[in-house]
């Protein structure tokens, strides 16, 4: 069974460095054609897709927030991390993180996500 | 990148059918036969209901279909039931190995 589980912080104050690590099981970051993206919702607002990591460790970002996002993965530990740079009160969200089956470009699987608020 | 657009919201009766419409341009949703479609309860995680356009997941009800035209991708709901009430987003692959979310639909069952 795959599961995706989101932890870190569910708050942090305006110009601090976000951190949410994501601990996935059943499935192996080496897989080639699945990548762990993170996506967010702000409450009552559209998802945003932020970044995700493909198996042999290209990344991609959005590109509104590339400057900000920096994406990496622990494949001992089954964890792939995100980071946000100077936080605003407009990241408030939940996050998810998620695994995209890039062939088809389906997401299956989704954490349970977090709310962050700043 | 801008998100896909689609309406704020549809309602529909009881036995009704709805469709909802994720509009993006050629270079996401026109070009790339790769559009799937989510439904997302309150408080939960979504749920892939269609993808690639048009094939149903696992365990998905036939009363969901997808279509695409031009760089317009639609999903529709026939026989609408009161469980169907959600939200409902899209998304598509937009080249270079990124993807857009659809800035998501209500629907309301009346």
């Known amino acids: 069974q795959v599961t995706l589980k989101e932890s870190g912080p569910v708050l942090v104050r305006p110009t601090e460095t976000l951190t949410l690590t994501c601990t996935v099981s059943?499935?192996?970051?080496?897989?080639?054609?699945?990548?762990v993206s993170w996506i967010r919702q702000p409450p009552g607002k559209a998802l945003e897709w932020l970044a995700h990591i493909f198996a042999h460790d290209e990344k991609s970002y959005s590109a509104s927030l590339r400057n900000r996002l920096t994406i990496s993965k622990d494949t001992s530990k089954s964890q792939v991390v995100l980071t946000m740079s100077n936080m605003d009160p407009v990241d408030t969200a939940t996050y998810y993180c998620?695994?995209?089956?890039?062939?088809?470009?389906?997401?299956?699987?989704w954490g349970q996500g977090i709310l962050v608020t700043v | 990148q801008s998100a896909l657009t689609q309406p704020a919201s549809v309602s529909g009766s009881p036995g009704q059918s709805i469709t909802i419409s994720c509009t993006g341009t050629s270079s996401d949703i026109g070009t790339y036969n790769l559009v799937s479609w989510y439904q997302q309860y309150p408080g939960k995680a979504p749920k892939v209901i269609i993808s690639e356009v048009s094939k149903w997941s696992s365990g998905v009800s036939n009363r969901f279909s997808g279509s695409k035209s031009g760089n317009t991708a639609s999903l529709t709901i026939s026989r609408l039931q009161a469980e169907d009430e959600a939200d409902y987003f899209c998304c598509s692959y937009a080249g270079d190995k990124t993807f857009l979310l659809g800035g998501g639909t209500k629907l309301t069952v009346l």
């Open positions: 059943g499935f192996s970051l080496y897989t080639s054609r699945m990548v």
């Open positions: 998620a695994r995209i089956d890039m062939a088809t470009i389906v997401v299956d699987s």
